[in-house]
């Protein structure tokens, strides 16, 4: 049997695609390398035995805590190496972030083989480092090898879960033939989308549309509208049956949603997170735009007015939709 580490951690665009990868591998000995306190410990924890390390990005500002993460990381290097000894691991597989570093080091330390995966159009820093020490990089989308000219590059996509290869039911209270907008603000939520949203959504609503709003789990002001078009949910799990569901959505442009939006051919509005490492949601969501495959908005200079009136105007006439036909 062969014995996979997985090293996946934080955010819901690297552990879905990670917990996909193992779904698929049934007869593999999977063990799970995480953090203590992010979104793995409550997905990964029932399914594989999940490893914590205590890593964290460099701060850019204090030299006294990029001392402390340093020795962190360090110590998480040499715990690793015997983890990856113990269990005798044969392979590991990363979707990349801090947690990617440590172990791709103990890994080439002990010559066992990498699988870094790259889900964003343009890579970041960090995998731009590892790809020089992993066995092969994986990318979400093709074009990307172009920014990894020195590393073996293989293209793969962006794996979704297993419940998107199937027709879904949607358990929610929405009539058959309404117009279905569902906001997604990527695994945590947007509070800049959520506001804007709030500020449009009674006019979409008098036009007929229904609204699924995943407001995430910091949004303070998530009660502000009641009425029974307009339905909020801090996570919804069954993200198949919502996005096979929708006529529109109006997304972050992170690359878990995109590939998402891809399989279910879900029109989309996309507001990159303008602050993401690099810019890359806008390239993420250029690369759908340049497809046809999406409208993209620049969150500092969308108005409240034009985010109303352009999805008004999907509702209207609903051939201005885009169809996702990546
Ligand atoms: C803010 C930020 O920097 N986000 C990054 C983060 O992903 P982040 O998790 O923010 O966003 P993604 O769109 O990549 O992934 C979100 C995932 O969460 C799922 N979901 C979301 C809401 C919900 O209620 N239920 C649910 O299941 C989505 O279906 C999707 O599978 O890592 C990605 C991969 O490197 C990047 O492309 C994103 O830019």
Known sequence: ?????????????????????????PNYDVH?????????????????????????GFQTRSILKNIKILFRLLQSVFWIRKLLKEKKIDVIFTT??????AVTLAAYILGIPVILHESNYIP?????????????????FKETEKYLPWATTTYLGTPIREQFSISQYLDLNIPEKAFLIIVIGGSQGAVSINNLVRQCALDWINSGAYVVHLTGNNDTKVKTINHTQYITLPFHSNMAALLQRANLAISRAGSGTLAELAATHTPAILIPYPFAAENHQFYNADFFVKAKAAYCYEQKKLTREQLKIAVLDLIKDPTKLKRNGI
Not at 11 to 20: D, M, Q
Request: contains cysteine; proline residues 4%; charged residues 10%.
């Open 1 to 25: 049997m062969i014995r996979l580490l997985i090293a996946a951690s934080g955010t819901g665009g690297h552990v879905f695609p990670a917990l996909a990868v193992a779904k698929k591998l």
């Open 124 to 140: 970041g820093k960090t995998t731009k480092l590892l790809s020089y020490f992993c066995h092969v990089t994986a990318l979400g």
């Open 96 to 101: 990349g972030g801090y947690i990617s570093g």
């Open 32 to 56: 799970w390398l995480g953090t203590s306190n992010r979104l793995e410990q409550s997905l990964v924890n029932d399914l594989y035995p999940l490893h914590t390390i205590p890593v964290e």
